[in-house]
């Protein structure tokens, strides 16, 4: 991959259709390059003789259905040189439109992966600054570039004119040759994978660190440090997720460790009301002829108020688990007011007045601490008030391979993988969020592992068909549980 560096990072254009093919034909064979000999047919290389001034420079591997000159359609891996710095490389759609690559391209994965990579850049090369972006959509090639991207890179705004409706993808090299290294393997071997070639074996586990490190950036792992730092920043926090990622375990281990035990817990459900929540009227027995009047009773929140109230020096947790379960905007009512983290002192006026220990108006300690979990496959009632969802911090727990990895027998890894990519590839944003977690597949004995995974993973499975949630890819996850069947 060394010519294709030098060509990069070159910042000439002398010989440039010359020095094109010499630095991609470098890419194949067992000897030195990355991808097998037959992957050289799955495409066509562009880089014309543009003289100074004439046009746009650039080299393209495009798919080989193209004619020789002329728009070309479909995906493509592009570089776009300029004099005096290197090139920008990344991914784009010819300019004749999405055909042959409509299926590549619409699919949400791909969009995705690009998207990913792009983050992965960011964070690792960016030192703060952005230096790669990606389209929402790549198949939206009615959009242009956004304004304020283009204005970042002024010194490609040649290619940016005539090609920024069809770039999705891009990486802006600065002198660490590491970083455009490592795009250019990111974004190639993303579209030979595509194509349907994987890099040689000699090349395999790299390929398999660049994947694992963007995909970090698609699934990002969430660590009980920073719940922990969340929560003592805005006080009313919420862990979502798939099922099976672990949410109510790290609630759970927050606080007994993190708060020591100093709080409550408490279980939403769809009959949850204001009345059990903030309080209100509820019946009690009395001796009277009738045996029962009505009374007012605190709810759980004024409860927590007034128990945090006795540990000022100490955080206290009220934790919420399947806070989704029920309606959180009716729920807390006008207590909503007092979610306020920054907010210090804010009262409200209670409908009734209670015992001598909480009065007619409700005000939240300082140290009072509220965290919720969220499961984001539960359909039935979810947080959607904007004004709630403002007040709470929401962090996502993903699925995390390297949990499984480390806990699991290797058919249960190999499980786990085959869906994940199932759900990336073929998945809406929405549905993205329903992917089993890593519970569904932490099982080391490889005589329960089978049964595990039909016991508790296929349920699961066959209810999102059942409901519907997966009907854009119901074929994949049908023939996920057919192989599972199989075995």
Not at 229 to 236: H, S, T, V
Request: net charge negative; glycine share 8%.
């Amino acid at each position: 991959m060394e010519k294709l560096l030098d060509l990069i990072h070159s910042g000439q254009l002398v010989d440039w259709p010359e020095r094109s093919r010499e630095a991609v034909e470098e890419l194949f064979g067992s000897n030195s390059g990355r991808y097998p000999g037959r992957a050289r047919q799955s495409f066509s290389l562009r880089a014309p003789d543009f003289r100074s001034g004439s046009g746009v420079p650039f080299t393209a591997l495009i798919d080989p259905s193209n004619p020789d000159s002329g728009a070309y359609g479909g995906m493509s891996f592009v570089i776009f040189p300029v004099e005096d710095r290197a090139a920008l490389i990344g991914m784009v759609i010819g300019t004749q439109g999405l055909s042959p690559d409509e299926e590549i391209l619409g699919r949400p994965g791909h969009g995705r992966k690009t998207k990913a990579i792009c983050s992965w850049l960011n964070s690792k090369y960016g030192k703060g600054q952005m230096v790669a972006w990606s389209k929402q959509d790549p198949a939206r090639i009615d959009l242009d570039l956004p304004g304020n991207i283009k204005s970042l890179f002024t010194e490609f705004q040649a290619g940016f004119k005539k090609y920024g409706k069809v770039i999705y993808g891009f990486y802006v090299p600065d002198e660490n040759r590491q970083g455009t290294e490592e795009a250019v393997k990111a974004f190639l071997d993303l579209m030979f994978s595509e194509r349907g070639y994987q890099p040689l074996t000699s090349a395999e586990k790299d390929a398999n660190r660049i994947q694992a490190a963007y995909y970090a950036h698609m699934f990002p792992a969430t660590n009980i440090q920073e719940a922990a730092e969340l929560l003592a920043e805005r006080k009313y926090a919420v862990l979502q997720g798939p099922p099976g990622t672990g949410k109510t375990r790290m609630a759970l281990e927050l606080f007994h460790n993190t708060y020591q035990g100093i709080g409550q817990t408490i279980q939403f459900h769809p009959n949850t009301t204001y009345e059990n929540f903030v309080g209100g009227l509820a019946p009690v027995h009395t001796e009277e002829s009738l045996g029962l009047q009505f009374k007012p009773k605190p709810g759980f929140l004024m409860e927590a108020a007034g128990q945090a109230a006795k540990y000022l020096d100490k955080p206290y947790l009220l934790l919420i688990d399947e806070i989704n379960r029920a309606d959180l905007a009716k729920v807390l009512g006008e207590a909503i007011f007092l979610l306020e983290p920054l907010a210090e002192g804010r009262t409200i006026k209670l409908a009734y007045d209670f015992d001598a220990s909480y009065g007619s108006t409700l005000t939240l300690p300082s140290n009072l601490h509220i965290l919720g979990t969220m499961n984001s496959s539960d359909r039935s009632i979810a947080i959607v008030d904007i004004a709630v969802r403002r007040r709470f911090a929401f962090l996502k727990l993903w699925p995390q391979i390297a949990v499984v990895e480390a806990l699991s027998h290797a058919l249960m890894l190999e499980a786990f993988q085959a869906l994940l990519n199932i759900f990336v590839e073929y998945a809406d944003d929405e549905a993205l969020e329903l992917l089993p977690g890593h519970s569904y597949f932490l099982e080391k004995d490889p005589q329960k592992a089978l049964r595990f995974l039909q016991v508790h993973l296929v349920p699961l499975l066959e209810e999102y068909l059942k409901q519907g949630y997966v009907a854009a890819f119901s074929d994949s996850i049908e023939a996920y549980l057919q192989w599972l069947e199989s075995l």
